[in-house]
């Protein structure tokens, strides 16, 4: 069984960081894709990005530039470093495991109870 638990969300004003934490519990860490959405109230979850299993990672256009996912596989984590933050960025973010990474949330077999992101302008 794998678990996943997000962390480091908060409210931070535009132009602001973030970092977020996906801890991962269970084997294979090093095995899985780990992907990031969002979801926003009244919208239907968005992809964020993606690393692969070798470390390539891939980005919605709407972060590219802004936002950095990383991994540690010593500590079994994900990061999801978030700068120059606006306000649109503003929902709930989810971290996901999946054997092959895909923008389609449908393609990802584990996801995190998810972590509120609040930018204020």
């Known amino acids: 069984q794998v678990q996943l638990v997000e962390s480091g969300g908060g409210v931070v004003q535009a132009g602001g960081s973030l970092r977020l934490s996906c801890a991962v519990s269970g084997r294979s860490f090093s095995m899985y894709a780990m992907g990031w959405f969002r979801q926003a109230p009244g919208k239907e979850r968005e992809f964020v990005g993606f690393i692969s299993s070798s470390g390539n990672t891939y980005y919605a256009d709407s972060v590219k530039g802004r936002f950095t996912i990383s991994r540690d596989s010593a500590k079994n984590t994900v990061y999801l470093q978030m700068n120059s933050l606006k306000p649109e960025d503003t929902a709930v973010y989810y971290c996901?495991?999946?054997?092959?990474?895909?923008?389609?949330?449908?393609?990802?077999?584990?996801w995190g109870q998810g972590t509120q992101v609040t930018v204020s302008s």
């Open positions: 996901a495991a999946a054997y092959g990474g895909s923008w389609r949330a449908s393609a990802y077999d584990y």
